[in-house]
């Protein structure tokens, strides 16, 4: 097989889904908010697997997603994403989204899948995942449930958001919105980094903004409304200008994982547009606070 990269050609996917972002789907920066990437490409899943003959709860979720951020999108801007079906490893066959500015436009944003069944619709692509989708930083396999109770017993994570499930937040089966997950572990963000020793006059001191270029979800099961949860968060690798913030939800009365997400994040400098290494001191922090992560696969 070639080691040169594959390249993505419009013309071999289909169009599924099209949109325009509202002012109330972007973030204090105005930029579409992570939450609503994962909605239209939850959307887009729906539309590939929806068949008379497939049992609806089968295209519900899919099990594991790689998203790739490449361009920000503003309030206004058209979006437009096609789908195809292609090969991640050996004979493993993936549903990939590719999200763009306009019909044809530049690519923002990529979600590989592994949905429970695809359409016959859904054009079969003759070649690897493209460049621009195939994972980096992150594994492509699926991530297995952490033992979150020895983290927290370590001292390695912390709890940083519980709560019940609102019937306002589930999908038709009842059963919580994975971009609603998605926005929860977000939200869990700031904690993280005061967690490994940033401060808020650091943040503070310069015009910066933090920014995920890769995000991997994978979801074990689903929990309901009614039912409580709670999501344990922690950093398992760090670098002069990466931090990988990593969660699991978990439904609180059993310990009963439902999804793991993990998102090498790094914070920018608005003016220059470039990324901030990070405090020496933190770094030092965390290398003597986290030093057991060097023997932990999390």
């Keep these: ?33 992570v939450q609503f990437y994962v909605e239209r490409f939850i959307s887009a899943t729906q539309q590939c ?11 519900l979720f899919p099990t594991d ?3 790739r951020f490449h361009r920000e999108l503003l309030a206004g801007n058209r979006t437009n994403i096609r789908s195809g079906v292609v090969t991640a490893e050996g004979s493993d066959r993936r549903l990939l989204h590719i999200l763009s500015e306009d019909d044809g436009g530049k690519v923002c944003a990529t979600a590989l899948c592994r949905p429970g069944s695809a359409s016959g619709r859904i054009p079969i692509v003759d070649g690897p995942v493209p460049d ?3 994972p980096r930083n992150l594994p492509s396999k699926n991530y297995e449930p952490a033992d979150t109770a020895a983290l927290l017993g370590n001292q390695l994570a912390l709890i940083t958001k519980q709560g019940t499930v609102d019937v306002d937040h589930c999908g038709p ?10 926005k929860a572990f977000h939200d869990a963000a700031m904690s993280l980094w005061k967690f490994v020793g940033f ?18 979800l994978t979801q ?10 709670e999501i344990v968060s922690w950093v398992p690798h760090m670098t002069k200008n990466v931090l990988h913030l990593a969660n699991q939800l978990n439904e609180a009365a059993s310990g009963k994982p439902v999804a793991r997400i993990c998102a ?21 922090h965390y290398d003597r606070q986290f030093q057991a992560f060097c023997d932990l696969d999390q």
């Design 264 to 284: 090498p994040s790094m914070i920018f400098d608005r003016k220059t547009r470039r990324p901030v290494e990070f405090p020496e001191a933190v770094r030092n």
């Design 173 to 182: 089966l009842k059963a919580l919105r994975t971009d609603l997950m998605v």
């Design 220 to 229: 074990f099961d689903e929990i309901g409304a009614g039912q409580s949860y």
């Design 65 to 67: 997603m790689l998203f």
């Design 199 to 216: 401060e808020d006059q650091w943040f503070s001191s310069g015009d910066y903004g933090g920014i995920a270029a890769e995000m991997k």
């Design 132 to 134: 621009i989708a195939a």
């Design 1 to 33: 097989m070639s080691d040169d990269p594959a390249h993505y050609n419009p013309g071999d996917y289909l169009q599924t889904c099209t949109d325009i972002v509202q002012p109330n789907e972007c973030d204090k920066n105005g930029h579409l908010n």
């Design 49 to 59: 697997t929806f068949e008379e003959k497939v049992k609806p709860q089968l295209a």
